[in-house]
């Protein structure tokens, strides 16, 4: 059966993740200085206008010092909201003691539990991972080439390639698939910022040239690709002049570009006793690892959680029909191999460092650098392969 299915990327100017990337800054700087530190910072951004919301425990930062150093670092340097000329409004107070509660002791701590139990769910939900064999990075193609693409804009933007690009960007790749298996690009569209000046049909020569030759693969693109490079025909009003941005907005450009279910939550600006970010953290780990050891072609993973209670209140596992085991016995490995207590998973992923103003763009799965991303559990889930044969 032929199908196609669709993923967009967003570059870091996007107004989207310009507020993901502020927000993640934040909560660096705020494990710099106490890695037990709490942080729940989201920001909202308008025109020539910032404002910075949310609740922080733990530690004190310059948050107005972050955001304009972090809005140089992307590029706006230009228009009204360049880093010395917006304005940055804030309201940021402590976290609610209520929630405090349940994050500080679980109810299993409380009932006498042990040193992984000391961590409540910092709230309730619901957390997908998930993986597949279509990349070398186990993840969906369509997301990891629209992710490559918007990347691949900024790098351009960046090196001075094509000098006129500016920092907002959005990407979007249609793959076709037989049955289960991709086998050509059907659309690329790109949409880039640019300066005055410059004609459609060099932006549109350019893009294609040194952007989507270079990312694509040849045997991927054919004569009936179809190409959408600045459809509207002008792009010069961008970021947060051209669009509100934020926090949180582009959850699924985050994650798996739509293939799998996701729980709503976003990651931006969220401590690890956040399960919302902890938790998907983990599931995309126990996801990658299983399907590296070859207990199913593809897999997504459900964790949901109560707040206040360190384990999790359901684990659901579904394969597609590709697992060398029943879904049902998967979970269960999944509960026997991989402690998914808040505490346990910050410890196993080494979560309290400064490590999230890096996962604000290009996605949080499939790139290299992350605790996530390690595929180390494959002898310990082979095993069980061999209690099949």
């Known amino acids: ?181 991709p086998v050509r690009v059907d659309t690329v569209v790109v949409s880039t910022q640019h300066s005055e000046g410059v004609g459609q049909e060099q932006i549109a020569e350019d893009i294609k040239k040194y952007l989507v030759n270079e990312v694509v693969p040849a045997r991927l693109l054919d004569e009936n690709t179809k190409y959408f490079i600045n459809p509207t025909g002008k792009f010069v009003i961008g970021g947060p002049e051209g669009d509100s941005g934020l926090t949180g907005r582009k959850i699924v450009v985050d994650t798996y570009g739509g293939r799998c279910a996701h729980g709503g939550g976003s990651f931006a600006g969220k401590d690890p006793t956040k399960v919302d970010r902890s938790a998907t953290y983990m599931a995309r780990y126990i996801c990658k690892n299983m399907v590296a050891a070859g207990l199913a072609d593809e897999m997504e993973l459900q964790v949901a959680y109560a707040i206040g209670v360190a384990h999790p209140v359901s684990v659901f596992v579904n394969t597609y029909g590709t697992g060398k085991l029943p879904d049902d016995e998967l979970a269960g490995i999944v509960q026997k191999e991989f402690d998914l207590r808040p505490s346990a998973i910050i410890s196993a992923l080494n979560l309290r460092r400064p490590v999230y103003a890096a996962t604000s763009a290009y996605g949080h799965f499939g790139r290299k650098g992350f605790p996530w991303e390690e595929i180390d559990r494959v002898r310990d889930l082979e095993r069980y392969l061999k209690e099949v044969k």
């Open 1 to 181: 059966m032929k199908r196609f299915f669709t993923s967009e990327s967003v570059t870091e100017g996007h107004p989207d993740k310009v507020c993901d990337r502020i927000a993640d800054s934040i909560l660096d700087e705020l494990l710099k200085k106490n890695e037990h530190a709490r942080s729940a910072v989201e920001c909202c951004a308008a025109y020539n206008t910032l404002f910075i919301a949310g609740e922080v425990s733990g530690a004190e930062v310059d948050y107005e010092k972050i955001a304009r150093s972090v809005i140089r670092e992307i590029g706006y340097d230009f228009g009204d909201f360049a880093y010395d000329k917006c304005r940055i409004l804030q309201l940021v107070h402590g976290q609610s003691a209520d929630i405090a509660l349940g994050v500080d002791a679980s109810q299993e701590k409380k009932a006498g539990g042990g040193e992984q139990d000391e961590l409540g769910a910092g709230d309730q939900g619901l957390m997908f991972g998930y993986a597949c064999r279509e990349t070398e990075e186990l993840m969906p193609l369509p997301v990891m080439l629209a992710h490559k693409l918007a990347e691949g804009l900024t790098a351009l933007r960046k090196s001075g390639k094509l000098p006129y690009l500016r920092p907002d960007g959005k990407t979007q790749v249609t793959v076709e698939y037989e049955g289960n298996r």
